[in-house]
């Protein structure tokens, strides 16, 4: 049954661990975003602004973890330095 | 809670509180969920009634919300919250945890009024974070009385009589603050600062409920590409049509002034719901909304 | 040493909520309950009682603030009643399938309309399968002795399911009799602080109460299937060292009054119990072979103790105060169904009486033994199912 365990006592009950995840959404998305790094001047505003906590923070630039990124497109439109494109799966 | 909580991007905690839901691509929601639990911390347990965050979080085997939550009835997530900080308080554990009920604005403004003004009432010690994406999105875009007037919803259809919306949005603010409470504040999650400052300011209220309500733009429900989510919400802030406010120290007042109103078509073009009004029908909205300001300054 | 009180059914109850040290209380008023939530509000006032008390706006609140409670490890407490109940119906389920163990009262109270705050027990008995233990009471005594053991057993590790206790309207919640009221210090030797297998905490950060889809659901509700099922068990374990500490015992889910060599009994709940006793033992006065089951506890439906008690009777009655429209009454249904897997059954017969408060004497209950000593006789019951002390309608 993990990874949420939902045995608690030998009993069935509706209470698991949180931060359990399994699904990962990065299936549903159709564009993915790319990062130019070079444009990146580390504002953190796609950071702020990801509905899906994709995106890393690193020292000098942000990295995009494609696991749960559903490709919305949030951090492209917001990025005030055109540092991110959208490029369509599969190209 | 308690010190200087600092809001500057750079000074943000690393953690994700919420990572692997199921909302839609480009949920607003979303964004203030995760940057509410950045400010709020892991010192934090929640109520959340059954609302688009609960069906796309609690939903076993995928329980991503890293703070304890507590699943609710939908009209119940005040109470649910008061009944947390009264164990907790019972218990001797109130004061370093911060006790949050959150919510959609049908389950704030609606099904859930009313556990929410006794909740106020009793001046039990809660933060209320009311998500606003203005209708009942998580059943399919149903209207509730926090979705603005003239907009197309699956139960306001237009249709050979007309029937969009006709009842402007309950002012949720003035509810609350009508209740006395310490603070209460509107925000945007297309303005990060001023939603975790009101934030900020909410949590570290120690003696009785705080309110915020946050509006949440949501691309399925008005009808936008997923992209425009932060785009859409600095237009209804722009364009007048939602007022950051702040409800402190029995005062009223507006955090954003607006020196000229962007064109409110602006905001109203870019969105399926509000395809079908007529540019006669957006200059009076437009007139509505000149008023509305000129009774708040 | 246990102190003794004059005191009504609905302060008996409030101080087995004192006495079990419950830790949060919300309640909203509704007559006949609000004796309860005023003397809990008195106690917790003047400290005799250290927990928080919710002042809710409404039933449903009442019971969201329990569940809240309880979540975070809180032994709350709320009652009702009636319209009430029904107002809180939506969160029986969630507290039940949260599986925390809230304990109510219930003083039972018709439902409207006619509007009618008089005793019957349509309101409890409506909230059969919402999944919470559901015990009834005959005296003030057992009221008390009730709540107090309902927290041990609703929080049995195996258990985690809450309980209602309920109690007759007025007959009982609002009439005085003289109520031993256990010391503290036996209480707190039976009763444990709660300390619960799970609970909302930041150091483990649980989502509680989580959704499941078709492929899990099931399992989850089996699980508060198997939990009801050890109930019976540890409630006499636990009516057992209340005897032991207190000194009282009233025989576990149900009680068998003179049934031994019984040839009819009628099955009771609540305080029309008491009505039958007397009726009982003038019958056995005059030879007849007539015994009394009084039902303790109806969720779980004590199925192995009925068919026990029941095996060797030659008729049994049922005395329903509360209607299943277009059927007869609940209790009546539930206690067939349970002798239906015996390979020889008594002939059974369901009355339903005291609908709305109306007073159930002594001379229906003796109609009701006399019905089934003429079945038993004669091999046949006439009618099934039989409205008691029913005023001329024009049908």
């Not at chain 3, 059954?345 to 003429?374: C, T």
Request: net charge negative.
């Amino acid at each position: 049954m993990s990874p949420a365990q939902p045995l608690h006592q030998g009993r069935l009950i509706p209470h698991f661990p949180g931060g359990t995840v399994r699904q990962k959404t990065g299936s549903w998305r159709i564009f993915r975003p790319v990062l130019d790094v070079e444009k990146c001047n580390n504002c953190l505003l796609c950071w702020i602004f990801c509905p899906d906590g994709a995106i890393d923070r690193e020292e000098k630039w942000v990295t995009i973890g494609l696991d749960f990124c559903k490709g919305c497109g949030i951090c492209e439109n917001e990025c005030p330095t055109d540092a991110i494109t959208m490029v369509k799966e599969g190209k | 809670m308690s010190g200087v909580i600092s809001v500057r991007p750079k000074d943000l905690p690393f953690d994700e509180s919420v990572v692997g839901h199921l909302g839609c691509s480009g949920c607003g929601a979303f964004v203030a969920v995760r940057l509410a639990l950045k400010i709020l911390g892991d010192q934090t347990m929640l109520a959340i009634p059954a609302c688009c965050v609960l069906a796309t979080t609690c939903f076993y085997p995928q329980v991503p919300l890293k703070v304890p939550t507590l699943m609710t009835a939908f009209p119940a997530t005040a109470a649910t919250a008061s009944g947390i900080a009264a164990g907790l308080r019972h218990l001797g554990k109130k004061k370093e945890i911060t006790v949050v009920g959150l919510a959609g604005d049908g389950g704030t403004a609606d099904i859930g009024i009313q556990a929410l003004s006794g909740a106020l009432d009793r001046g039990d010690q809660i933060l209320y974070i009311c998500y606003d994406n203005e209708a009942y999105m998580n059943t399919g875009v149903q209207r509730s009385g926090a979705t603005p007037k003239g907009a197309r919803t699956t139960t306001t259809p237009g249709g050979q009589r007309g029937m969009w919306e006709s009842s402007p949005k309950k002012d949720l603010l003035s509810i609350v603050a009508a209740h006395g409470i310490p603070y209460a504040a509107t925000s945007c999650i297309s303005f990060p600062q001023d939603f975790m400052q009101k934030l900020a300011k909410a949590a570290q209220v120690e003696d009785g409920p705080s309110f915020i309500h946050v509006l949440a733009p949501c691309p399925p429900g008005w009808g936008y590409a997923s992209e425009k989510t932060i785009e859409l919400g600095k237009l209804a802030v722009e364009a007048g049509v939602f007022i950051l406010r702040e409800w402190e120290n029995g005062e009223m007042k507006v955090t954003r002034k607006l020196r000229k109103r962007k064109p409110l078509a602006e905001y109203l073009k870019p969105q399926a719901r509000f395809r079908h009004l007529t540019d006669e029908e957006i200059k009076a909205m437009e007139e509505e909304i000149a008023r509305a300001w000129e009774t708040i300054s | 040493m246990a102190e003794f009180k004059f005191i009504n059914g609905n302060e008996a109850v409030a101080y087995g909520v004192k006495l079990a040290r419950a830790g949060v209380v919300a309640a909203y008023p509704i007559t006949p309950q609000t004796k309860i939530v005023e003397k809990l509000s008195e106690l917790i006032a003047d400290r005799e009682l250290e927990a928080e008390f919710v002042k809710v706006e409404s039933e449903h609140s009442a019971m969201a603030a329990c569940l809240g409670a309880a979540s975070v490890g809180a032994r709350a407490f709320t009652a009702s009643s009636s319209q009430g109940l029904a107002y809180m119906f939506e969160m029986l389920s969630y507290t039940a399938g949260s599986r925390f163990p809230v304990v109510m009262a219930i003083v039972n109270r018709a439902m409207a309309p006619p509007w009618n705050i008089w005793c019957d027990h349509q309101d409890s008995i409506s909230c059969r399968d919402t999944g919470w233990i559901q015990y009834y009471v005959e005296s003030a005594q057992e009221a008390l002795d009730t709540v107090v053991q309902a927290f041990r057993v609703s929080e049995h590790p195996e258990v985690m399911t809450p309980a209602m206790v309920c109690l007759d309207a007025f007959v009982l919640s609002h009439t005085e009799e003289p109520v031993a009221i256990p010391s503290q210090d036996a209480v707190d030797a039976f009763l444990p602080p709660y300390n619960p297998p799970y609970r909302m905490d930041v150091e483990n950060p649980m989502t509680f109460s989580a959704g499941a889809f078709p492929d899990s659901y099931m399992e989850f509700k089996y699980g508060q299937h198997l939990a009801f099922q050890v109930v019976p068990r540890v409630m006499r374990e636990v009516e057992d060292d209340w005897e032991r500490k207190v000194g009282r015992s009233y025989g576990g889910p149900l009680e068998a009054y003179r049934c031994e060599d019984a040839e009819v009994a009628l099955v009771t709940v609540g305080t029309a119990t008491g009505t039958a006793r007397l009726v009982v033992d003038s019958l056995r006065e005059s030879g007849r072979k007539a015994g009394l089951i009084k039902l303790r506890l109806f969720r779980p439906f004590p199925v192995e103790e009925l068919r026990e008690t029941a095996r060797s009777l030659k008729a049994i009655g049922v005395l329903d105060r509360n209607l299943s429209f277009g059927f007869e009454g609940a209790v009546f249904s539930e206690v067939k169904a349970a002798l239906y897997g015996l390979p020889a059954r008594p002939l059974a017969a369901g009355f339903v009486a005291g609908l709305g408060g109306r007073d159930i004497n002594v001379e229906q209950v003796e109609q009701m033994y006399d019905r089934l000593e003429s079945a038993s006789r004669t091999g046949l019951m006439e009618r099934e199912v039989e409205f008691i002390g029913l005023k001329g309608v024009a049908v």
